[in-house]
């Protein structure tokens, strides 16, 4: 196995693939394009049935800091992830969905902002869907990584994350949430920087946007269970206790309203019994919730805490049901 030149400032870029053939030579380019020199890009091959495995091997064979690992038994991104974070041998980390892209400057501009007190660096991204490109900014506040909870948008300290034993656990879907409730109740150094690198390409043939409607719903509900099961909400501090409420109610609220979309009544339903069994086993009164509001937690994108402020009414009057029954038709 290969490895990119060490030093204190080495990067671990780390790629899950499966069946990204139309995407994955972009994705690498990107990666071996990035100013910053010192990088090892880890690519875990999650046993694709398409062409990315010649690809990823033709990658292999001409650049020397590409590191090709391959799944036996398929296991999800989740699990991919995790394979790529045991193999890493940089000080820092990063991942890159294989069906997205960076700019040359992604890696460098975060490691800039990854002074000796950092913990995680947090910046935005852009939405890319065909030809049409929407900046996403991020919100320059240290509370921005509980709401902001995709990994690719961040870089670690890798010591961090070992010490604090924070991994995906095998997750199949759903795996970014329960991840950054990890590091964010280890107590991180966080900076935010107005910048965006990272290109999220939205694949329709990706996992997120296909497949069974109420078992994607389910396993949001499972990891937050599994969750909630390790730890002990009683230690933890009231901001602490009030962010994790938040955004549990957040997290599987939204969750819901995206998967119960022309879903059917019957779906819809079960997704509603499962949603509010989960909450309230977790946060008896997470309706009390001091950040859900329409002008509550500033942090959050407008949009999204507008749809939040509207449900959580419609839940507070007992008229949650037909907010999303009207989505299941």
Known sequence: MRRAEEGSDTVSVIVPVYNVEKYLAKCLDSILA????????????????????????????????IIVIDHEVNQGLGAARDTGLRAATGRFVMFVDSDDHIRSDHVSTYLSAMDEDADIVQGGYYREEGKRVSEIRPRLDSHYGWISVSACLKMFRLRFLRENNITFEGRRTYEDVPFTYLCMLANPQIKVIDYCGYYYVLNPTSITRHGDQLRKFEAAIENHETFAAKIDLTALSKENYDYLEYLFFQSLTLAMLVNSRHAGKIAAKEMLKKRRRCLSSVFPKYLNNRYIGFTKLPIEATRTRFVLGCYALAERLGLDRFFVYMLAQ
């Open 34 to 65: 990035q100013e910053h020199r010192s990088i090892e890009i880890i690519c875990v091959n999650d046993c694709s049935t398409d062409t990315s495995p010649q690809i990823l091997n033709e990658y292999s064979k001409a650049h020397q800091n």
